[in-house]
């Protein structure tokens, strides 16, 4: 859940996206405008006391009048107010797609591209046709050459397979694009989900799932079992290779340069020089090597396992790949097992919405330019920056201040902070899109030249300058991240709207919600990940031995504190893997809750009580309502494997009782089940 610290990285594999059903003329009905997800007193639990559940108090009746809706495997603010931009959206590509603009515009490039998202019957008329050359160029592989040839040519064209290969900054040499290539290949959400024995019923309905892929492409039943074993016995060795969630958390020991040399001696069974050539990158020097022990697993393999099953380990992630983009029997079944299976979701989104999230996951740039233009006003950016640079002016007299900190460490540490950067909204200039031949009655072609688009234009950077007026995320994003490896933190537009940011509140709201947001991204480059990331984005051990030692002790109590809470019973949050996301909450109300401070002594008529609350108190509760969350249970579980954020409940309580302030707002005595003693409270910036 965000929001998120966030490393630009192309991963090479294809979206993942529930499928969809149905259409209509015209496009797509328009159903009711959703409301505004703003802060409300309404949403409290007056019965609850703030000592007794505070989560409850803040959102409680919220919780009660908002099930999950049957679309959704979770609700939240961020769902609520995702919706909203959804049916703002909506109307754009309505539009775009009913309009005769001039090819290579925005407004045309997203109108051909929903129509064919739209046009089912083309599709039911279709059925398998868009693959069947990719499975044709599947069955003629001859040679282990052949295999890591075309498996080059599906990552040039988007498509995953057996490992991740991608290109992003070098986190050593952060001015640079370099080569990544790091473990993958995997179906399931997790590798656990391959090995752990509480999964073993997700195993088994997986295995299901892929025979009846395998039958729809006209397989025999005994055929498409047997290939699914396949599958996902491939895939489960993959799985046995792979690190942890946790261990992918440590960016020094995921970051392994290899000379091209190296690389091609270490692992002699992979066709590395064949699928370098083929992913035109014949002539890099160095590749970074995320995990060496995975590709010394793939070696293995490649020489153990038969080139059959290779075939048809890639037939699956070809048809996976494109599942939501075929016949409605493709798309369905996909959905019924990672979207009603594994997260609990019982219906599918309309057919519009996924459309949506094709186009903005594909050509979002061009999307969201049109967002843009209609729906972000100026004179929110401008608010956005004051807000930002009240909290940096915070933030950095915590870093002067900090009682732990010694004086070496501290100079390096605001030095990375004058070099600190940030965007709000959107791009100063969009991602042209006009070279890529968008068809309205191709989806999949469409999907595929899209995403063949975006990684020749990452590939061909390697070993150029980083372009640092790139975007990670796409202007109706509601979300938020912070780079490292540049060093900045980044607000679409999407999430610059109620409950976030809005012009109507009292800054006790504001700062309660988008004040914490700004300090949480702010945070990110001092957590347990960014802090090893100096002034220049680069992976350094800058911090001196005792300080660091000093950090780790004051982590492990944030560790402790969220591994005792439990997400279902008996499946408890992961306090390491979730580590980064908690301090950075943790850091955020605590930058947040002094910049209120601080406005509220400049301009002491502010002080004052709104609906008996004082703005202490509404800045508390105000932060507890963006967390709120319902979710179903699968989805719960899925989330408490993979997700490096605490669910919302303990997002929203697990920092407050960190904060003496808080136990001051709401009078919280010892005796209360909230209170918690101060020893045990963690508290680093």
Known sequence: MPPCNFKTKWAGAALALAGWTGAAEPLA????????PAFSLSYMDRAVSPGQDFYSFAEGQWSKDNPVPADKSLWSSFSQLAEYNSYLIHSLLEEAAAGNDPKGT?????GDFYRSAMDTNRLEELRFDPITNDLGRIEAIKTTEDLFGLLARFHNEGAGGIFSAGVGPDARQSTLYALELEQGGLSLPDRDYYLKPEFAKYRQAYRDHLAKMFAL???????????????????????????????LRDPIKNYNKFTKTDLLEKNRAIAWQVYLSERSLGGVSY???????????????????????WKVYLRWHVLHGSAPFLCQDAEVENFNFFG??????????????RAFHTLNGTIGEAVG???VEKYFPPEAKARMKDLVENLKTVFRDHLEKVD?????????????????TQKIGCPDKFRDYSSIELRPDDFLGNVRRAQAFEVHRETVRVGQTVDRTEWGMTPPTVNAYFNPLLNEIVFPAGILQPPFFDVRMDDAVNYGAIGVVIGHEITHGYDDEGRKFDAEGNLNEWWSKKDAEEFDARAQKVVEEYDAFQALPGVHVNGKLTLGENLADIGGVSIAYDALERTLAKDPSQRKTIDGLTPEQRFFISFAQVWRTNIRDAEARRRATVDPHSPGRFRAVGPLVNFGEFFEAFKIKPEDPMWRAPELRAHIW
């Open 29 to 36: 009905p328009f159903g009711a405008e959703p409301p505004v």
């Open 106 to 110: 925005p407004r045309r490039e997203a």
């Open 217 to 247: 492409l006209g397989e025999t039943p005994d055929a498409a079992a047997t290939h699914a074993e396949v599958v996902f016995d491939v895939e489960r060795d993959l799985a046995r290779a792979s690190r942890t969630r946790v261990e």
């Open 287 to 309: 590749a970074i090597i995320g995990q060496p022990e995975f590709f010394d697993a793939v070696d293995k393999m490649v020489q153990s396992r038969p080139l059959s099953d």
């Open 340 to 353: 009603k299976f594994l997260s609990g979701q019982p219906e599918q989104e309309p057919r519009w919405k």
């Open 369 to 371: 330019q049109l967002y």
């Open 404 to 420: 732990w900190m010694t004086g070496e460490t501290r100079a390096k540490a605001l030095a990375k902070f004058a070099r600190f």
